[in-house]
């Protein structure tokens, strides 16, 4: 653990200060995870317009008020504890979590600014990094200091993502909430991610996500961590964490994400592991978050299939298919051209953000690797493949892991192998990964110690997240 001398009685925190930054903290994350967080498809980031930034065209990004709240929330916290004479006691979180992702970090920020010397570096792309991580450590910092009520937070983001992604999977059509960032989506549309359903184009659940993938990369690691924060919660608490992680099953079940689903099981089954261990003597009163949450999760699969079958054939089976063909083709080519161009600028990379062009000298149709740690390596260097390995192997590397810390490590696992085969999470690039990147490594660093509990009145404090 990374910390400042503690005292030995933390002061109080009551007031209205600590509740501002709670709620401040509370809504940002809930509308930027539960609605669409990429401010260029519109959404909750543009309304009430304060700025225009410069985009990645020549169109600009609009910025509304909400982009308020983390400043409000971040100064009313470090206010509250300068008031209460708790700013000394300030932890930095666990060392083998915060150390590798500081260093990414400080890479991404030096690859960004090394040509500005020559006067080629690009002011929105420093600005918007430095956005990306204060979001980042500031969302981290917090939860591991501040042990603050995350259930209420993870269950609105879950149940509206659930709601929408199940309607347009349903009624095969976006539901017309667009204000809130929703995609236009029409299965017959080129560019549309569908799968096939003997010979139709079935629509794949976006719920508020620039894609399905997207979305089941934000449901795996919120579904998970209701197993880290429940597991000394009361019964009540526990019983509507399990309802969100069915509900939130459900979800992903619609984006048809062959491999969110199989990373979520890595987890579900290291969560398994203490129980089928130990049986009652660890985890009484059944496996984690009760028999009932595993029941219905088995029944919505069966269900699932028998009624959709035929478009999980489609997605899992059938690869011949155009669809997955190209899909198929796409993923090999560009792993190849990530290789070549580690191979090629191994110590440097090609610079954050550059990864595109870098790869389209070799093929003009290449797309982004579908691998963080390719991109991080062809990007920032082999420099920054060794950071995330030890970012991943950190916490997983200490006594109990597979014991009284396996929720922890299962939400750990799960959450960076999603990146093994997808865009994120990729904490340099994308808004919602760096929220998500603070949430799951604030979870995990938080096991390696106790700090203090926020509270936001003067009442008995409800158990913790």
């Given at each position: 653990m990374?910390?400042?001398?503690t ?12 509740r ?6 509370a809504?940002?994350?809930t ?26 065209s ?5 910025i ?23 700013l ?6 666990w060392?083998?979590?915060t ?10 920020l ?5 040509l ?18 204060i ?23 879950v ?38 359903r ?12 620039t894609?399905?993938n ?14 880290v ?5 009361t ?23 062959r491999?969110?689903?199989l ?6 089954a ?41 478009a999980?054939v489609?997605?899992?089976?059938h ?8 899909s ?5 080519r ?6 070549q ?8 990379g ?23 740690p390719?991109?991080l390596?062809?990007?920032l260097?082999?420099?920054a ?18 014991g009284?810390f ?13 990146g093994?085969?997808?865009?994120a999470?990729?904490?340099?690039v ?5 929220l998500?990147?603070g ?27």
């Amino acid at each position: 653990m990374i910390a400042l001398p503690t005292e030995d009685k933390p002061p109080s925190t009551s007031g209205w200060l600590p509740r501002l930054a709670y709620y401040s903290f509370a809504v940002y994350l809930t509308l930027l995870l539960g609605t669409n967080s990429v401010a260029e498809m519109g959404g909750v980031l543009t309304w009430w317009p304060l700025w225009r930034l410069p985009g990645g065209s020549n169109e600009p990004v609009i910025i509304g008020a909400l982009s308020l709240l983390p400043p409000i929330s971040a100064a009313a916290w470090l206010a509250a504890r300068v008031r209460g004479g708790g700013l000394r006691s300030l932890s930095w979180g666990w060392g083998r979590v915060t150390g590798p992702l500081l260093g990414l970090a400080l890479l991404g920020l030096f690859s960004t600014l090394r040509l500005c010397p020559l006067g080629s570096c690009s002011p929105a792309a420093v600005l918007r990094l430095l956005l990306l991580l204060i979001h980042l450590f500031w969302v981290y910092l917090y939860v591991v200091n501040e042990r603050v009520d995350l259930l209420p937070i993870i269950a609105v983001v879950v149940l509206a993502q659930a709601a929408v992604a199940v309607g347009q999977f349903v009624g095969q059509r976006d539901l017309g909430l667009q204000f809130l960032g929703e995609s236009a989506l029409d299965p017959q549309v080129s560019g549309i991610s569908v799968v096939m359903r003997g010979a139709a184009r079935w629509l794949r659940g976006y719920g508020f996500a620039t894609h399905p993938n997207a979305l089941a990369g934000t449901l795996v690691p919120l579904m998970l961590s209701l197993f880290v924060i429940s597991r000394d919660a009361t019964r009540a608490r526990r019983g509507v964490a399990a309802v969100v992680v069915a509900i939130g099953f459900a979800a992903l079940l619609t984006t048809l994400s062959r491999w969110a689903a199989l990373c979520l099981g890595l987890g579900l089954a290291i969560n398994l592991l203490p129980w089928l261990r130990d049986g009652r003597r660890s985890w009484r009163g059944g496996p984690p978050l009760g028999w009932g949450v595993w029941a219905a999760l088995l029944l919505m699969a069966l269900f699932f299939l028998a009624v959709y079958g035929d478009a999980v054939v489609g997605r899992v089976a059938h690869l011949e298919t155009p669809i997955e063909t190209r899909s198929v083709n796409e993923r090999r080519r560009d792993t190849a051209i990530s290789l070549q161009l580690i191979a090629a600028q191994p110590l440097a990379g090609v610079g954050l953000g550059n990864y595109l062009a870098a790869a389209r000298r070799y093929d003009p149709w290449a797309g982004l690797v579908h691998a963080v740690p390719l991109r991080l390596a062809a990007e920032l260097g082999v420099a920054a493949l060794a950071l995330w390995l030890w970012l991943v192997a950190g916490p997983v590397l200490r006594a109990g892991a597979l014991g009284r810390f396996a929720p922890e490590t299962g939400l750990w696992l799960a959450f960076w192998s999603l990146g093994l085969l997808d865009l994120a999470p990729n904490p340099l690039v994308e808004l919602r990964s760096a929220l998500l990147v603070g949430l799951v490594a604030a979870l995990v660093a938080r096991s390696a110690g106790r700090p203090r509990q926020i509270e936001l009145d003067s009442s008995p404090t409800p158990p913790a997240a």
